[in-house]
């Protein structure tokens, strides 16, 4: 049985709002995205088995990488509408009230509240 999830969703205000650049390793190159700081600060003060990081995503240490970022695009400046909502989950096509998260994590299995941030 799978252990219930908190998520904890950010939006971005006015400002700073794109999600992170990162290489093909899956790693920072210049700018973390706008709700890194954020995650990066409560995971000082949550431990691994409150908040997750995102299981799909490198870092070199734990709270660095920790967001999901949800993109109406992805990657970043691209017309890829639908691989930014992927990181959710997709319709599952024989019942078209239900999304298939078999391949969109929302936690590492150890902690259990997951940081959504919409972009």
């Not at 973390?32 to 409560?42: C, I, R, S, T, V």
């Not at 929302?106 to 902690?111: A, I, N, P, Q, S």
Request: with cysteine; glycine share 10%; hydrophobic share 30%.
């Amino acid at each position: 049985m799978n252990k219930p999830v908190i998520c904890l969703v950010t939006i971005h205000g006015v400002g700073f709002e794109q999600s992170p650049t990162l290489d093909e390793d899956g790693m920072y190159t210049i700018i973390p995205g706008y709700a890194d700081p954020l995650h990066e600060y409560l995971s000082g003060y949550l431990d691994e088995t409150w908040l997750s990081d995102d299981p799909l995503r490198s870092r070199r240490k734990r709270g660095e990488a920790g967001p999901i970022y949800v993109s109406s695009v992805w990657p970043a400046n691209t017309q890829q509408r639908e691989n930014g909502l992927k990181r959710l989950g997709t319709w599952d096509q024989t019942h078209f009230r239900d999304v298939d998260g078999t391949d969109a994590p929302l936690t590492d299995g150890t902690g259990r509240i997951s940081h959504i941030a919409l972009v």
